[in-house]
């Protein structure tokens, strides 16, 4: 897919990372682990940058408009020497919405909710939790975020954002997005080649 191409980092750890359970759209800090994790990927986009020739002046920097992406945003900057602001933002970057489910473990879920986590593993693309979204809704949201972008891009935003974007460069097939990793403290290129993790 033709189009600017995206150093995308997924915001630095939270606590409720740690614990395992479902963020969403719940406006979580990160924690110590995570503000480290957000220095390394500025040190990891400096030498991403530099070895494609860009300037960072002629980069687009967006975010979501959670704290732990915006969070992580101001610390990448630091790291850039630029100053924590500006950037942008843009809602159309939030996390999948996890509905009822958010603040919950996936063990928590499954003691009231064992059906529909069945239902969830037989068609994890299009499953919606209960007042939630499923990836296929999100996908309308980001791709047509990305099919806006008229620049290259540093993008701060979270797991299911990039889980998105693997299908929408054709990184991926929808079903293997849900289940890989998406890790924190390392950046994803997205271009018109598919995807590169770099750590």
Known sequence: ???????????????WNAEGRLQGQRDISLNDRGRAQARRCAALVRELVTR??????GLDFISSPLVRASETMELLRDGLGLTREPYRTDPRLVEMSFGR????TFPEVRTTSAAALADRERDRWNFRPPDGESYADLLVRVGAWQA???TNAIVVAHGGVARALMV?????AKEDATRGRVDQGV???FTG???ARHA
């Open 187 to 189: 950046v994803y290129t």
């Open 148 to 150: 806006e972008l008229k």
């Open 193 to 195: 080649k598919g995807m």
């Open 101 to 104: 489910w958010e603040g919950l």
């Open 1 to 15: 897919m033709p189009g600017p191409i995206l150093y995308f980092v997924r915001h630095g750890e939270t606590d």
């Open 52 to 57: 494609d020739g860009e300037a960072l002046d």
């Open 168 to 172: 929408q460069f054709g990184a991926m």
